[in-house]
């Protein structure tokens, strides 16, 4: 099977290199990724400076491209000029910190994967809570094994899971909970300081808002303790809403 890896974390983050050692028993796995990290770059791609393209030794001595650019560009770029033949996987991961709630739509780990659902192949996100001692090696395992029922069990409709594991230093996980996307922020702030020429400066902190008791969704089943897949979708069309809108019956009086 051709794999295609890639990730928001850069080529020489721990978590890919991981994932690939995991997938290489399922196949031939081609490394392209960012040069450097891309985290929180969501579906962003580059369009205005030219895309160097480097030969990148990874840390097991597998080679892989590293690419100045975005981690779409890296799927983009993979699928129409560096692999010879489409791929027939796309995995981005192992991401260092969890892809769940809002995190979801700034996540470029999410994006690349979504990128390679736009050419219909199947894809999978994967990314592993943050921890102390984050186990990445059986993070992607755990990924590799629900990517082998993913692809023995799709239909055509379901090309694109998001998986999240959790801290695997508290023990196995309890189970894989399949769980809606939610809805919660971040419960964020910014952080002013002044630089060392007394300019002030901001920086983003906070994290993931905790889900209300009784609730399903990626956020709650990850602190629980499962392994969580939720199915994405990009098509962001409200089409409940279509019909309601319709009925506004926008005109061009007033332009
Ligand atoms: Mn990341």
Redo the contacts with the bound molecule.
């Keep these: 099977m051709r794999i295609l890896l890639t990730n928001?974390?850069g080529i020489m983050a721990p978590g890919i290199l991981a994932m690939r050692r995991a997938l290489a028993e399922m196949g031939d796995v081609t490394v392209v990724a960012p040069t450097t990290p891309q985290?929180a770059i969501g579906h962003a791609i580059t369009l205005t400076v030219p895309i160097r393209i480097h030969r990148v030794t990874l840390g097991d001595g597998a080679v892989g491209y590293g690419v100045e650019g975005r981690p779409a560009d890296c799927v983009k770029l993979a699928v129409l000029e560096l692999m010879p033949e489409r791929p027939e996987l796309v995995v981005s991961g192992v991401?260092?910190?969890a892809n769940v709630g809002i995190n979801v739509l700034y996540s470029?780990?999410v994006a690349a994967a979504v990128e390679a659902a736009f050419y219909g192949i199947p894809a999978v996100a994967a990314s592993v809570a943050d921890a102390d001692a984050v186990d990445f090696d059986g993070a992607a395992r755990l990924v590799r094994g629900l990517v082998r029922q993913f692809l023995a069990k799709r239909g055509e409709q379901a090309t694109l899971l998001n998986i999240n594991v959790p801290d695997l230093s508290r023990g196995l996980p309890r189970g894989v909970r399949v769980v809606p996307q939610s809805l919660k922020g971040w419960r964020e702030a910014w952080e002013r300081r002044d630089d060392p020429r007394g300019r002030s400066y901001y920086w983003l902190i906070g994290d993931v808002e905790t889900e209300d008791a009784g609730i399903t969704s990626d956020v709650a089943a990850l602190a629980d303790g499962y392994v969580t897949v939720t199915p994405l979708k990009f098509d962001l069309t409200d089409h409940g809403r279509l019909d309601e809108v319709r009925g506004w019956d926008f005109s061009l009086d007033g332009v």
């Design positions: 928001d974390d985290s991401n260092l910190g470029g780990t």
